[in-house]
Nanobody, 123 residues
Framework: VQLQASGGGLVQAGDSLRLSCSTS????????VAWFRQTPGKEREFVAGISWRGGVATYADSVKGRSTISRDNAGNTVYLQMNNLKPEDTAVYYC?????????????????WGQGTLVTVSS
């Protein structure tokens, strides 16, 4: 299974970005999907997750109120809208498909991972 993450880039503090995660197969349909991020020397951290039908969305405190995760199961795509970006949001962002219908915060609960997309926020 291949997950394609895109939408990263270099932006200024206060700007917005929308990350996308897509697959060519119906991998998302029955599984939770989440976004994680990682910076050099640090562990991968949970950013946001969404359940299989989109009814439950959860966010890390660091992005809560600034980000929205959504999904289009027909289009096999999950989005992460990030607003009011801060320099501390700089990281490689990964999307991942969960083992279950939910999207827990622990990375061990995820089966498939995308290749990552780099977000750089300048001050």
């Amino acid at each position: 299974v291949q997950l394609q993450a895109s939408g990263g880039g270099l932006v200024q503090a206060g700007d917005s970005l929308r990350l996308s995660c897509s697959t060519s197969r119906r991998t998302f349909s029955n599984n939770g999907v989440a976004w994680f991020r990682q910076t050099p020397g640090k562990e991968r951290e949970f950013v946001a997750g969404i359940s299989w039908r989109g009814g439950v969305a959860t966010y890390a405190d660091s992005v809560k109120g600034r980000s929205t995760i959504s999904r289009d199961n027909a289009g096999n795509t999950v989005y992460l809208q990030m607003n009011n970006l801060k320099p501390e949001d700089t990281a490689v962002y990964y999307c991942a498909v969960a083992l279950s219908t939910q999207a827990p915060s622990a990375s061990r609960e995820y089966r498939y991972w995308g290749q990552g997309t780099l977000v750089t926020v300048s001050s």
